[in-house]
């Protein structure tokens, strides 16, 4: 079902053209809707009706003698769409099984959203909620039963869980024993380590001075090369100049052929539109008569 319908308006002009404008017409409607499952005695009225508020629709709804819900709800087409999505509840206490849906014109016989309560509902309501609190006590009961026999076979667990704790203390001292003896070795082969390495550095530092004097014969190429680089840039920027001066040429002898192509194309456009207005004034005159 579309949100809004359309309605289309025409005028003419004095030139015979037709104009068209496009209205948007909000329209209000009746939504009716049947809901069943687990819908009464669950607080579901309630829920509908600050739904209902929220959307600025106005109606009502009450319960049905078949465990159903009824509403009625009068709003815009749009409003009510959104309506009929939200009422469609499941958590612990509601649960909405099936919603079969109508709609109407409205009549506006509604001046807000509200609930209707049956004849005794709110002291059925109230036994049904001291039924609830006399089994919500019986479970906590129960659960107090049961927290008592699992805390002697906690006890015995963390006996058994102490034991395991001696032996699990003798497996790391027994452990560290171990790691002492193996970092002793790991130090006298780091002393080793350590001598390689200084003979390393040695080493090294006599290839360095071997590469510096490289770096000095390379610094002395690269200057060079930037020098014979430097004469033949001089030679490029001289060429350049003169194809500058070409491309300035050719681009007068365009610029002068353009200007006399746009001359003939001008004229030719108003001998055509001269004969597309007599054209016209020819059509309108036999229009008129």
């Known amino acids: 079902m579309a949100n809004a ?19 948007t017409v909000k329209i209000m409607l009746k939504l009716t ?14 829920k509908i009706a ?17 465990s159903r819900v009824k509403i009625v709800a009068e709003g815009h087409e749009a409003d009510l ?23 109407s014109e409205a009549n506006g016989s509604y001046e807000e959203f509200f609930k209707i309560a049956g004849e005794g509902e709110t002291d059925a309501r109230l036994d049904q909620a001291a039924e609830y609190l006399k089994e919500l006590i019986s479970a906590v009961r129960e659960g107090f039963k049961d927290n008592g026999s699992k805390l002697d076979s906690m006890s015995s667990s963390l006996k058994d869980i102490s034991g395991k704790q001696d032996d699990l203390k003798k497996s790391i001292t027994e452990g560290f024993r171990e790691t002492g ?12 380590l350590k001598k390689s390495i200084t003979e390393g550095f040695r080493e090294t530092g006599s290839y360095l001075k071997d590469i510096s004097g490289k770096q000095d014969d390379l610094k002395k190429s690269i200057t060079e090369g930037f020098r014979e680089t430097g004469s033949s840039l001089k030679d490029i920027s001289g060429k350049q100049d003169q194809i500058i001066d070409r491309i300035d040429c050719a681009r007068e002898e365009i610029v002068s052929e353009v200007s006399g192509m746009r001359s003939d194309l ?13 054209d016209v004034t020819e059509i309108k005159a036999g229009m008129r008569s």
């Open 50 to 66: 600050t739904i209902a508020r929220v959307f600025g629709l106005k109606g009502y709804v009450m319960n049905l003698p078949d």
């Open 33 to 46: 809707a049947y809901v069943s499952g687990k819908v009464q005695m669950a607080g579901y009225r309630s």
């Open 81 to 103: 769409e959104r309506f009929l999505e939200a009422v469609r509840i499941k958590n612990t206490l509601i649960d909405v099984e099936e919603i079969k849906a109508d709609f």
């Open 181 to 192: 003896s193996y970092l002793k070795d790991i130090s006298g082969k780091q002393d080793d």
């Open 5 to 23: 319908r359309e309605r289309a308006a025409f005028s003419a002009g004095d030139d015979k053209v037709q104009i068209r404008k496009r209205i």
């Open 266 to 278: 001008k004229g030719r456009t108003e001998e055509r539109l001269q004969r597309i207005e007599s």
